[in-house]
């Protein structure tokens, strides 16, 4: 029996009187309190306990060491308690990490209506293009646009991340939409990455992906700059929905080659394993996967283009 158990135990026989007693209130047998006890008065050497044949009292230093075990083992039940509401409450401080282009448009608007149903808890959200590892850098937990490897982190799927071939109505009624991708390498395209030479565009058809080579208009690190370009008319662009959507839906980009799609990537929540999963994390990550699900509401042109598919024209 450890000291904190055996402190119990002593404190039990104090209050009870007697170690059937205090045996019979901790499950166990009358010989393992009696030998707890024991345990004590050699480590402290002091008798702790006067023994009757009818009752237990304790000794001078026995009530003295009583009086401090009630008080340790009450600090400790507290502090247990506040650990277990932790992880049953949403306190402290939620740490998020997320790509920048998402995490402005659409994880920060999610954040801040969080916020209003959980206003005991303090949110840090730090937003970075690289990869954050949750365990290394202390985040509770990093969102992800990409397909993922296998490591040793959790992932939970929050969402698609749709990806198009959009031009603005201005450069196709210039150039005219591509009919296949071959035709991409003649045709000025902004890209993302780091350089201008030779890029190439991951498309699929029936299952099958394949890469394109593309023409180099303008490379770019960011999606935004890429987005800006193609409204104002210069070219060509693969980007997610959730950054061109809206402007799909108000007619501002149009997309092509619907027929060879870009293969779609996830929006992940990533986190640590961890059995005791605490609340502030498990009911952040509950609440982005309703918020968004599996047509989120960037992707509403979508659903507005198959309506227009299946209507029917009145006679």
């Not at 990869?131 to 202390?138: K, R, S």
């Not at 370009?229 to 959730?242: V, Y």
């Not at 605490?278 to 979508?302: M, N, Q």
Request: hydrophobic residues 45%; contains cysteine; charged residues 25%.
């Amino acid at each position: 029996m450890d000291k904190l158990e055996a402190m119990n135990a002593f404190a039990r026989v104090v209050a009870r009187g007697s170690y059937a007693e205090a045996a019979r209130a901790l499950g166990l047998t009358r010989s393992a309190v009696s030998k707890a006890v024991m345990e004590l008065e050699h480590l402290l050497g002091a008798r702790l306990l006067d023994r009757s044949t009818r009752r237990v009292t304790p000794t001078e230093a026995g009530l003295a060491y009583y009086e401090r075990c009630l008080d340790i083992l009450a600090r400790v039940e507290e502090t247990e308690a506040q650990v277990s509401r932790l992880h049953d409450e949403p306190r402290g401080v939620l740490k998020i990490n997320a790509p920048v282009s998402f995490g402005v448009l659409h994880l920060a608007p999610a954040v801040a209506d969080f916020m209003a149903t959980h206003p005991d808890l303090a949110i840090e959200l730090a937003l970075t293009d690289r990869f954050v590892d949750p365990i290394e850098e202390g985040v509770d937990v990093t969102v992800r646009i990409a397909r993922l490897a296998d490591s040793s982190l959790v992932a939970r799927r929050l969402a698609p991340a749709r990806r198009v071939i959009v031009a603005s109505p201005e450069h196709l009624a210039r150039y005219g939409a591509p009919a296949a991708p071959e035709d991409l390498a003649a045709r000025p395209c902004l890209s993302y990455g780091h350089t201008t030479t030779l890029p190439r565009w991951r498309l699929s058809r029936d299952g099958e992906t394949f890469d394109v080579a593309v023409g180099a208009a303008m490379c770019s690190n960011n999606g935004d700059v890429l987005r800006l370009a193609a409204l104002a008319g210069r070219g060509l662009t693969l980007l997610p929905t959730f950054l061109v959507g809206p402007d799909i839906a108000a007619g501002r980009l149009v997309p092509v080659l619907d027929d060879t799609p870009p293969p779609d990537l996830g929006i992940h929540a990533l986190y640590a394993p961890n059995r005791y999963l605490a609340a502030k994390t498990r009911l952040f990550i509950d609440f982005l996967v309703a918020r968004f699900g599996p047509e989120p509401p960037w992707d509403a042109f979508r659903r507005a283009v198959g309506a227009n598919d299946q209507a029917v024209p009145s006679p």
